[in-house]
């Protein structure tokens, strides 16, 4: 398996809910990352797990909740967002420990806020 | 000025034409990557590159570490080939990313 997983692929929420997004991996990956994309705009990173440990926070605001449960799965939390949350929600996942390759995107959650 | 810079930022072509996209960094790095995303969807890693060239099917990748340049060639190009191309730099955990450049390839 050499993909990176990401679900729900479409999300519309309304600011009051709660939900969360999901990326999976099983290719033994141990860093794990999240970014928002705006449209015609390249990724920003938000958050990078290493080792199950957040080691990047990106100074995110805390309606961004992100968790790693264990080393194949990462969740990001979502609660009182605002419209301008609105964005492609990319999920990636490296090797980890410095290895440069092996860099793996998932497809995305298009998440509309409302 | 950004730390990953590309050219062009469009680009239209007619099918079958050759097709060249530049990328041009200031920092170290450790891998250079090139990434496809079409319209509303996810990125797709196209090459990673740390020295040479790369090739896949009708893509060329190429780099030279020491200009601290690196192009991705499309050779008969096809209108499925419209997207964006995006020039991402790693050094140890961090990537950084180029603008993109949004291809249009007419029939």
């Known amino acids: 398996d050499t993909e990176v997983t990401q679900t729900p692929k479409h999300l519309v929420m309304g600011m009051t809910n709660k939900k969360s997004l999901k990326c999976e991996q099983h290719?033994?990956?141990?860093?794990m990352y999240w970014y928002k994309q705006k449209a015609k705009k390249p990724p920003e990173l938000m958050f990078v797990y290493s080792y199950e440990k957040l080691s990047i926070n990106e100074s995110v605001p805390s309606r961004f909740s992100p968790e790693c449960p264990n080393s194949s799965l990462l969740n990001l939390h979502l609660h009182a967002l605002q419209p301008e949350d609105s964005a492609l929600y990319l999920c990636?996942?490296?090797?980890?420990?410095?290895?440069?390759?092996?860099?793996?995107f998932g497809s995305g959650t298009r998440l509309t806020v409302v | 000025k950004n730390e990953v810079e590309q050219s062009p930022q469009n680009l239209t072509a007619q099918e079958g034409e050759f097709i060249t996209i530049n990328c041009s960094y200031s920092v170290g790095i450790s891998a250079l990557h090139w990434l496809q995303q079409h319209p509303g969807g996810g990125i797709v890693s196209l090459f990673m590159?740390?020295?040479g060239k790369k090739k896949h099917g009708r893509l060329i990748a190429t780099i030279n570490i020491q200009e601290k340049h690196s192009s991705l060639h499309i050779t008969a190009s096809h209108p499925r080939d419209s997207a964006v191309y995006i020039c991402a730099v790693r050094n140890l955990g961090d990537m950084r990313f180029g603008a993109g450049t949004r291809l249009t390839v007419k029939p």
């Open positions: 590159l740390s020295s």
């Open positions: 990636a996942s490296s090797p980890g420990g410095g290895d440069p390759y092996g860099y793996t």
């Open positions: 290719m033994g990956h141990r860093a």
